[in-house]
């Protein structure tokens, strides 16, 4: 069960470790694209090309045939990843093992829709992978297995997805394999990372450049960081700090570093609307960006 890019390598170690699936779970297909066709997500495409059938329900707590028909498949266990659905109670009862959740972050902390990128934001050392039982609270449920990674001054989302979806793929084989004892999360050190709004791809100046740097960093490739710059909207793709005082989102030379509330941030590849994203260099030479140019 599971909808989004980092459930994928988990299905495909299921599958290719011979584990009889009995069915995907995955979010119904959504308009994508110019055309707003129906476009089926990332795990449908990837069960679909493995020849494996696949189910996507709209919803599920209120639903009591689409529960009638989990519960039919007479599971030894189901698999969650970033399905994006609730699991009403008698599902979460309905297999043999339970449900298993691949969570992205080292629970407690960071139970919630978007782990990646919190952990970075929050400057935190490292991040990683917890596999628990799943139960009717929000990440609450007791661990199985856990593997941590650390996080570098330039670990990004998407390279911090990539890195903990071939993580969860091992480490779900090995729950299944293994039948570890679950451990009940610890009582204290519980965060939570609320899911990500377009809104929050803004880039505040008057925040520190630490602060900026892990906000671009945990935001690539979604929702991204942007400011504006004469009037355009301008994405910030990577960026790094730089030395340098100044007011708060002014140019402090002609190369696009930004003064900030603390420290500066030299943006290294931009982007404008409907162009090709560049590096800092090539894009100055097309749109010059003198020192004392304001960014909102």
Known sequence: ??????????????????????????????????????????????????????????????????????????????????????????????????????????????????????????????????????????????????????ITPRTTGASLHDTLAEIGAALILRALDERPDPVPQPAEGVTYAPKLERADARLDWGQPAAALDRRVRAFDPWPGTATTLAGATLKVLTAEPAKGEGPAGVTLDDRLTVACGQGALRLLRVQLPGRAALDAAAFLRGHPVPAGSRLG
Do not use: K
């Open 1 to 150: 069960m599971g909808s989004p890019d980092f459930a994928v390598p988990a299905l495909r170690a299921l599958h290719d470790a011979g584990h009889v699936i009995a069915a995907v779970y995955a979010q119904p297909p959504r308009p994508a694209g110019r055309g707003q066709a129906l476009r089926p997500s990332p795990v449908q495409a990837a069960a679909e090309a493995l020849g494996l059938p696949v189910r996507t329900p709209a919803r599920l707590r209120q639903d009591a045939q689409a529960q009638a028909a989990f519960a039919a498949l007479d599971l030894d266990a189901a698999v969650v990843a970033a399905y994006g659905l609730i699991l009403p109670p008698a599902m979460l009862a309905a297999p043999a093992r339970g449900c298993l959740n691949i969570h992205a972050s080292l629970l407690p902390r960071w139970r919630g829709a978007a782990p990646i990128q919190a952990a970075i934001l929050a400057g935190d050392a490292e991040s990683g992978i917890t596999v628990m039982q799943m139960e009717a609270g929000l990440d609450t449920g007791p661990m199985l297995l856990r593997e941590a990674v650390p």
